[in-house]
C-alpha cells in the first residue's frame, strides 16, 4: 500500500516489485495486492462511519479493506513500501494497531524500508511518533501550497493542472537538440502565449454563446446534444453532457475573476479580457445554482413538440389550471413518426403535419408587419448588485422560516404564504435581471433580411423556443377515420394579437 501525497505514485509496478520481493525475503506468500494510486493518505473528507455519525475522517477504503482482511483471518500480515508513504494520518495508524493488538490470532505489519514493523504485545510508540512527524510535514507542505496557490492567483497566473476549457496551456517544453521555432502551441502557432491565460477563440465563443441562449431559455440538454453534434470538443475528448457543460459555465473565470479556494478573489483583476460580462456571468450561477431549478432526467429533446404539443383530451381547450399533458413522438422512419399522448395511447397524429402547420404560424408571426412588437421591452436600468443581494436575503428569510416551523415559531400556513410572496418576487428579480444581460432571440430572426430563412438556420432547440414563445399547440380527436391529415384537429392558439394568420381553427 503506497499513497503519494497526491495518490499517484511515480512508479507504481517497481514498487509493487518491492514488495514482492521483500515478501519473498520474509518467506511470505503474497495473496493480493491492494492498491488505489487515486487516493491521499492525508486528504480529509467528511465520511458516514458505522455508527452513522459524520466525521472528517481520510477517505481510505482500501486500508479498511486490508484491515477486513486481517481481522477475518484471510490474512495475518500487511506489507507496505514504507511507514511514511502509507500513513499520514494518526486515526488510521491507531486503527491498524488496534487490529494488531485485538485480532483473535497473530498480526504482523513489514515495511520494505524497516520504517515500520507492528506485532501483538509490541511496542508501537515508535511508529506514533513518525506518523505525526510525517502527518506536520504534510501540514506544512499544504500550507506552502495553499499559499503559493494565492499568490499566483493575486498575480493572476495559472496554477497549473488540467488545460481549462478556453484556454491553451502555452508553448510546449523545447526539447534538447530542438529549435525553439519548431516547438509552438498547436493553438496560436507560435511561442508567445501564456498558460491557462491565452485564450482559445473558438472554445470561447461556445461558452459565450451557451451562456446567453442559457438565459434566453434553452436548456442544458439541448445545448450539450448540439455540441456532441459540433466540431468543438471537450478539454478531454469525452462526449459533452450537460454536466459538463454546466461545470464550464459556472467557472468565474468565464467572466474575468481570479479564484483561490472556490472563492473569488475581489479586486483582483484577470489577466484576459472576461470571455462574458461579469453580469453575464452571474445570472448563469444564479440560474444554475437555483435550488428550486428542475432538471428532468433523459436525453434532450429531438422533435420540436416534445414536450411541449398538448394532448387535447388530457387537457381539453380552456384549460387553465394544473400542469398540461404533452406529446412525445414514437415511430421508426422519418415518414412514419407520430406524436402521441405521453400518459395514454388515445391520440396520435403524423408529426410532419403537425409541425408544418405549426411552422406555418410562426412564419406568419414572424413576418408579420408588425412582427417587431414581438420582441421584449428594452432592458430597464436596475441596480442588479441590489438586486442578487435582495434575492439572497429572501431566500435566507425563507430558509430560516421553515426552520421556525420546524421548532414551532410558526404555522404551516405562515411558511407557505411567506414562501408563495417570497418565490413571486424572486422571479420578479430574475426577469429583471435577466432583462439586462440577454438580448431577445426573436431579434435575430425578426430584423433579418430573410427571416424565413433565419428561421430555417436556427437550432432545434432554439425553435422550440420560438413555437413555446409565440403559440399554445394542442392536438384534438379525430372525429372521423381514414387517410390524411385533417388539419381541424389542430388548434394553435396564437400568444399574439396578429390572430391566427389564415390557419384554420379548431370547432
Known sequence: MDLTDEGIPASLEDQIQRMRERADRLGWDVWKVIMNPRLSAYKRRKITLPDGRREYRVFRPDLREAMADLWASRANALLCLDLDRAFRDPQDLRDLIDVVEHAPHSVVVESCTDSLHMEKGKDNFDAEIRVLVANKSSRDTARRVSMARERQARNGQFGGGRRPFGFCLGAPEVPSGTMPDEIVCPWHGGRDCRSGISTIDFETDVIEDCSHRLLQGVSLRSLAAELREGVVPTVTGAPWSAETLRDILLRPRNGGFMVHKGEILEGVTAPWEPIVKPEVFFAVRELLTDPDRRSGPGAAPRWH??????????????????????????????????????DKNHLTRNAAHVDNAVFAHVLYALTHPRAYELLSAPAPDVDADGLRAERKAIRNRLDLMAEDEVLGLKTRAQVIAATKKG?????????????????????????????????????????????DRLCTV????????????DPTTLDIAPKHGFGRGGLPAAA
Open 423 to 467: 418565490n413571486a418576487r424572486i422571479a420578479e428579480i430574475d426577469e429583471l435581471l435577466n432583462a439586462t444581460v440577454t438580448s431577445d432571440p426573436l431579434a435575430a430572426v425578426i430584423n433579418a433580411p430573410d427571416p424565413v430563412a433565419a428561421w430555417d438556420a436556427l437550432e432545434l432547440a432554439d425553435q422550440r423556443l420560438f413555437i
Open 474 to 485: 394542442t392536438i384534438l380527436p379525430s372525429g372521423r377515420k381514414g387517410r390524411g391529415f
Open 305 to 342: 413538440g416534445s414536450g411541449i404539443y398538448r394532448c387535447g383530451i388530457c387537457t381539453p381547450l380552456g384549460t387553465v389550471t394544473g400542469k398540461p399533458t404533452t406529446c412525445e413522438v414514437t415511430g421508426g422512419s422519418q415518414r412514419q413518426r407520430r406524436y402521441r399522448c405521453k
